[in-house]
């Protein structure tokens, strides 16, 4: 069973600039997250999604960041613009139902400079 | 405000020895205790889960423990073993917060040989 997959793995930006992270679940997965994880801290949740609509975007600092997941499949996380503290890895994960455990793809790093 | 709190932010053990990480829950109504396991470059994966149900939980060399009216739960490695280096982090999660996992933020374990 292919895992979650993200691309890029690196991404290296000026602050102002924008950005976008890619996420593919695991065929099937229902639920699907996106997690920032700064440096020496846990994974932090950004946004859930339920198929194709949002469960819960508390987190997301939506004056800059944005997320779709277009026919309840991919996902797409963009900064716009960034900031230095945007400097994080970014996680996407998934779960067959919300109920169930979350499977997580490597990550992308991101750097602001 | 942080749900779980973890501790030591890091720890090494000898080749043999026991690893212990503590994690402290604030909500009551959290009913999934899992423990994540993380290599550098990658992503979190599931080590084991508990349920408060059960006062523990053992899956080969890992054990966790879990004092519900303490609110406390914690990870036991034994006979470490230098691949058993990595972060790990504890995180809980319930119904009432709609199964959203709070990770608690990390020990960085080092397996010395």
């Known amino acids: 069973e292919a895992g979650v997959a993200q691309s890029p793995r690196y991404k290296i930006i000026e602050k102002r600039q924008s950005v976008a992270f890619w996420c593919n679940p695991i065929?099937?997965?229902?639920?699907l997250y996106w997690y920032q994880q700064i440096l020496g801290q846990g994974p932090k949740l950004l946004i859930q999604?339920?198929?194709?609509?949002?469960?819960?975007d508390s987190q997301l600092p939506k004056d800059r960041f944005s997320a779709e997941r277009l026919k309840g499949v991919d996902s797409t996380l963009k900064i716009q613009p960034a900031k230095l503290e945007d400097s994080a890895v970014y996680l996407c994960?998934?779960?067959?139902?919300?109920?169930?455990?979350?499977?997580f793809g490597q990550g992308t790093r991101l750097t602001v400079v | 405000q942080q749900q779980v709190k973890q501790s030591p932010q890091s720890l090494i053990v000898q080749k043999g020895g026991i690893s212990i990480i503590n994690c402290a829950y604030e909500?009551?109504?959290?009913?999934?205790f899992p423990w994540y396991q993380q290599f550098p470059g990658k992503g979190p994966a599931l080590l084991i889960a508990?349920?408060?149900?059960?006062s523990e939980k053992k899956e080969g060399r890992f054990t966790i423990s879990f004092n519900k009216s303490a609110k406390q739960f914690s990870l036991h490695i034994m006979d470490s073993q230098p691949g058993d280096s990595a972060t790990y982090f504890c995180?809980?999660?319930?119904?009432?917060?709609?199964?959203?996992?709070?990770f608690g933020a990390g020990t960085t374990v080092t397996v010395r040989a």
């Open positions: 065929s099937g997965h229902a639920t």
């Open positions: 508990i349920r408060p149900d059960v």
């Open positions: 999604f339920q198929n194709n609509g949002v469960v819960d």
């Open positions: 995180a809980a999660s319930g119904r009432s917060n709609d199964y959203k996992l709070s």
């Open positions: 909500n009551t109504a959290f009913d999934y």
């Open positions: 994960a998934s779960s067959l139902r919300r109920e169930t455990e979350a499977f």
